[in-house]
Nanobody
Framework: QVQLVESGGGLAQPGGSLRLSCVAS????????MGWYRQAPGKQRELVAT??????NYADSVKGRFTISRDNAKATVYLQMNSLKPEDTAVYYC?????WGLGNYWGQGTQVTVSS
């Protein structure tokens, strides 16, 4: 069982910035891919960004504004969100996909609200 603990959500003004963090209880060596997804009220959960040891991937809606990174020593993934828009308002979830078929795990979610 892997636990993912998110932090860093909150309220930001349009054009502002927030940084989300997600700490995994598993060794980074057992993780294939980590990522961030979000779910707005009344909408389906959608991919925001993912990262492996070699690649990053972004939704078109956040390219150029959000940056995903990870600290292997801390088994932590970050999402730097700049130039925030009201449509970025959602609950953001951390996800970890483990190697060797060991499973796929979700964090509890953190609320991001962009409003003036």
């Amino acid at each position: 069982q892997v636990q993912l603990v998110e932090s860093g959500g909150g309220l930001a003004q349009p054009g502002g910035s927030l940084r989300l963090s997600c700490v995994a209880s598993a060794s980074i060596n057992s993780i294939n891919r980590m990522g961030w997804y979000r779910q707005a009220p009344g909408k389906q959960r959608e991919l925001v960004a993912t990262i492996t040891s070699r690649t990053t991937n972004y939704a078109d809606s956040v390219k150029g504004r959000f940056t995903i990174s990870r600290d292997n020593a801390k088994a932590t993934v970050y999402l730097q969100m700049n130039s925030l828009k009201p449509e970025d308002t959602a609950v953001y979830y951390c996800n970890a996909d483990l190697k060797w078929g060991l499973g796929n795990y979700w964090g509890q979610g953190t609320q991001v609200t962009v409003s003036s």
